[in-house]
């Protein structure tokens, strides 16, 4: 079973996560576009990184970061955005890819969390992400998180804090403080 891309479904669907993670790593690998927007999806460098995985858990936890990093990222543009044809081009793409009950915004979510950490401190996810994305540099992910974070906060009207902000905070102290946001 092979799925050619971002508007096919997949032939066989089950209940077993087995067949979903196979079209996780069987997904075509070309850029998808959001129809009369330039804000591309970067498949071939999300699913090299997620394909680097060990397990099913780590190669998972690799996808969600990675995409929620380039969904972040491609939201800072002076151009306006269809929100609604956005999220529907990268839900169908995390769909395909993880399978029913992922959405852009459990990925949001889940890089908003304490989840998150391990695949952040993991020296072999930097590297890969750093050699894989290099249209997005490592350095920016920092940013990139407290944006997500800030974004979390306006909407809960609740203080950021926890294990992410920590780490946020502890590489804003290695960079000597002068991380944007």
């Given at each position: 079973?092979?799925?050619?891309?971002?508007?096919?479904?997949?032939?066989?669907?089950?209940?077993?996560?087995?067949?979903?993670?196979?079209?996780?790593?069987?997904?075509?690998?070309?850029?998808?576009?959001?129809?009369?927007?330039?804000?591309?999806?970067?498949?071939?460098?999300?699913?090299?990184?997620?394909?680097?995985?060990?397990?099913?858990?780590?190669?998972?936890?690799?996808?969600?970061?990675?995409?929620?990093?380039?969904?972040?990222?491609?939201?800072?543009?002076?151009e306006s955005i269809?929100?609604?044809?956005?999220?529907?081009?990268?839900?169908?793409?995390?769909?395909?890819?993880?399978?029913?009950?992922?959405?852009?915004?459990?990925?949001?979510?889940?890089?908003?969390?304490?989840?998150?950490?391990?695949?952040?401190?993991?020296?072999?996810?930097?590297?890969?992400?750093?050699?894989?994305?290099?249209?997005?540099?490592?350095?920016?992910?920092?940013?990139?998180?407290?944006?997500?974070?800030?974004?979390?906060?306006?909407?809960?009207?609740?203080?950021?804090?926890?294990?992410?902000?920590?780490?946020?905070?502890?590489?804003?102290?290695q960079r000597g403080g002068d991380?944007?946001?």
């Open positions: 079973m092979r799925c050619q891309g971002a508007c096919e479904r997949p032939s066989i669907r089950g209940p077993s996560m087995t067949v979903q993670f196979v079209n996780f790593f069987a997904f075509g690998t070309r850029d998808v576009h959001n129809a009369g927007m330039d804000i591309p999806i970067p498949e071939e460098n999300i699913l090299a990184v997620t394909r680097q995985g060990r397990t099913r858990l780590e190669a998972t936890d690799w996808f969600r970061v990675t995409a929620g990093l380039y969904y972040l990222a491609g939201l800072m543009t002076k269809d929100f609604k044809t956005v999220d529907r081009a990268w839900n169908r793409f995390i769909y395909h890819c993880l399978g029913g009950g992922h959405t852009i915004t459990s990925v949001l979510q889940f890089i908003s969390g304490a989840d998150v950490l391990p695949t952040l401190e993991s020296t072999r996810f930097m590297a890969l992400f750093a050699e894989t994305c290099t249209d997005l540099p490592a350095e920016s992910i920092p940013f990139l998180l407290e944006l997500n974070l800030g974004v979390a906060r306006n909407i809960s009207q609740l203080e950021v804090e926890g294990p992410l902000h920590d780490w946020l905070q502890a590489q804003k102290g991380a944007p946001g």
